[in-house]
């Protein structure tokens, strides 16, 4: 039996749908500091008690920012879907779907080498699962508007490893320092931006 084609067009809307839900949710990982004085405590002392919850929400919108910008890349050049694509993309949702609620624990639990490893491998699974999307749809043509060149193939897988190498990397810096395994997360929307920036300028 044949797998059936359709358009992109309902995948895309569900995916920027679950995306902007996964953005709006991070933001109530910030709670309000029961211990915290509003009347004798200044600004800086409030911003340091949220700083582990801005940390970790600021990290998380700025990755869930970089998977929607090269997932809306990936699809852009897509014409047709079928049903391991849709299969793939409805994994790589859930995944973006846990995340609130993974940064939340982040926040609570900063310091935990357990936490920091479920952070990390739910990004994993999520750069992987859309690294296989991309590398189903260059590898079946037929479902691309325009046949993909080496260079623009190359320059997305990378794009999209850079998210699951370095949460790969920290479980093993969160093994032997804490500190250093929660906070490697910050590199990651950085160097999409250096890669991005000499894309551009290239």
């Known amino acids: 039996m044949k797998d059936e084609k359709t358009g992109p067009e309902r995948l895309n809307a569900l995916s920027d749908g679950v995306i902007a839900i996964a953005l709006t949710l991070l933001v109530l990982g910030i709670d309000i500091p029961d211990d915290h004085d ?16 801005l940390i970790a929400y600021v990290t998380s919108f700025l990755i869930v920012a970089i998977y929607w910008i090269i997932h809306h890349r990936i699809f ?40 920091v490893g479920i952070f990390a491998m739910a990004h994993i699974i999520t750069g992987i699962t859309l690294f296989f999307i991309w590398n189903y749809l260059t590898a079946n043509n037929e479902y691309l508007k325009f046949p993909v060149d080496r260079n623009m193939k190359r320059n997305i897988a990378y794009k999209i490893l850079v998210i699951p190498i370095i ?12 500190h250093l395994g ?16 000499n894309k551009n300028q290239s």
């Open 182 to 197: 929660t906070y490697i997360f910050i590199f990651i929307p950085v160097i999409y931006g250096i890669i991005f920036r």
């Open 76 to 115: 852009n050049v897509v014409s047709f879907v079928n049903r391991t694509i849709i299969v793939l993309n409805i994994i790589f949702l859930f995944s973006i779907s846990l995340i609130p609620f993974i940064s939340k624990l982040k926040s609570l639990y900063r310091y935990d080498f357990f936490v």
């Open 167 to 178: 949460s790969a990397i920290a479980i093993p810096v969160a093994a032997f320092n804490i």
């Open 38 to 53: 509003f009347n004798q405590d200044g600004l800086l002392a409030f911003l340091i008690k949220l700083e582990p919850a």
